[in-house]
């Protein structure tokens, strides 16, 4: 299994990490490579939540500069109006980039060389970062959406529409904010409530997220669980103080399902 686990890995990022030819970096950022195999990024998984991961340490302070001059590169915000970007297809070499980050730094945790099945395991199994049928698709994304939010500005609960495959990753840049997850059934069941049943309480599940960090969503955290993020005052409230919210951007990269 070891050696089959080697011969994947090598297909994908060559015979060596350090090879002079391995193009897994951000632009501009020569010195700075984003070439996770020689750090030691942590997962972890939100606990009550399966297929939910959290990588805070993904991007450095300077790989989240390189993102931010990449994006303001293209032009897409020039105009204080645009705060939403989004490409299908051949993504932006930088995008791309950050596609082939995300997979390596899932290949190369610390989570995944102390339990390496997790790279090949099976979409049933709790303890998998991505599964080995998401891990090494190719492309592993093919749409990007980039948000800019405006201090208070935020997204309403929603699950994101099924014309995308399994497999989510969001990137946080600029600003920390609370990330809210709760389950669908019971946002359902309050919505019946109102109807006049029985309001039952939800369950809401709050992530912090930090500049450069790194959410991966599959399974039941994609299809089950609504997210959002609610900049209002009171709350973005973590270990009990208000966060100083900031403009923040999000990067969020998915894969559009095949079609017939």
């Known amino acids: 299994m070891e050696e089959n686990q080697k011969a994947l890995l090598e297909a994908v990022?060559?015979?060596?990490?350090?090879?002079?030819?391995?193009d897994h970096c951000h632009q501009n950022q020569s010195e700075d490579s984003s070439d996770h195999s020689g750090k030691n990024p942590r997962w972890e998984p939100v606990r009550g939540i399966n297929g939910l991961w959290l990588c805070r340490d993904f991007l450095?302070?300077?790989?989240?500069?390189?993102?931010?001059?990449?994006?303001?590169?293209?032009?897409?915000?020039?105009?204080?109006?645009?705060?939403?970007?989004m490409r299908f297809g051949n993504l932006p070499e930088w995008a791309t980039e950050l596609s082939h980050s995300i997979r390596e730094v899932v290949l190369f945790s610390d989570y995944v060389s102390e339990r390496m099945d997790s790279?090949?395991?099976?979409?049933?199994?709790?303890?998998?970062?991505?599964?080995?049928?998401?891990?090494?698709?190719?492309?592993?994304f093919d749409q990007l959406i980039v948000n800019v939010y405006q201090p208070g500005e935020?997204?309403?609960?929603?699950?994101?529409?099924?014309?995308?495959e399994d497999g989510i990753a969001i990137v946080s840049l600029e600003s920390s904010c609370i990330m809210h997850f709760t389950h669908v059934d019971d946002t359902e069941a309050c919505d019946s409530?109102?109807?006049?049943?029985?309001?039952?309480?939800?369950?809401n599940l709050p992530v912090y997220l930090n500049?450069?960090?790194?959410v991966l969503m599959s399974g039941e955290a994609r299809y089950?669980?609504?997210?959002?993020?609610?900049?209002k005052p009171g709350f973005q409230i973590w270990e009990g103080q208000e966060i100083d919210q900031k403009r923040r951007k999000s990067i969020t990269l998915r894969k559009l399902c095949k079609t017939e």
């Not at 990022?13 to 391995?22: A, K, L, M, R, V």
Request: aromatic residues 8%.
């Open 119 to 140: 790279v090949t395991c099976d979409g049933e199994s709790k303890a998998c970062i991505l599964p080995s049928e998401i891990l090494w698709r190719e492309p592993l």
């Open 211 to 214: 500049p450069g960090s790194l």
């Open 13 to 22: 990022f060559g015979e060596s990490s350090e090879s002079e030819d391995s």
């Open 154 to 164: 935020g997204i309403c609960p929603h699950v994101d529409l099924m014309r995308f």
């Open 60 to 85: 450095s302070p300077q790989e989240q500069f390189s993102s931010l001059s990449a994006i303001e590169k293209e032009g897409w915000f020039s105009e204080a109006s645009h705060n939403q970007a």
């Open 193 to 203: 409530g109102r109807e006049g049943r029985d309001q039952l309480p939800m369950t």
């Open 224 to 231: 089950l669980w609504k997210h959002e993020i609610n900049r």
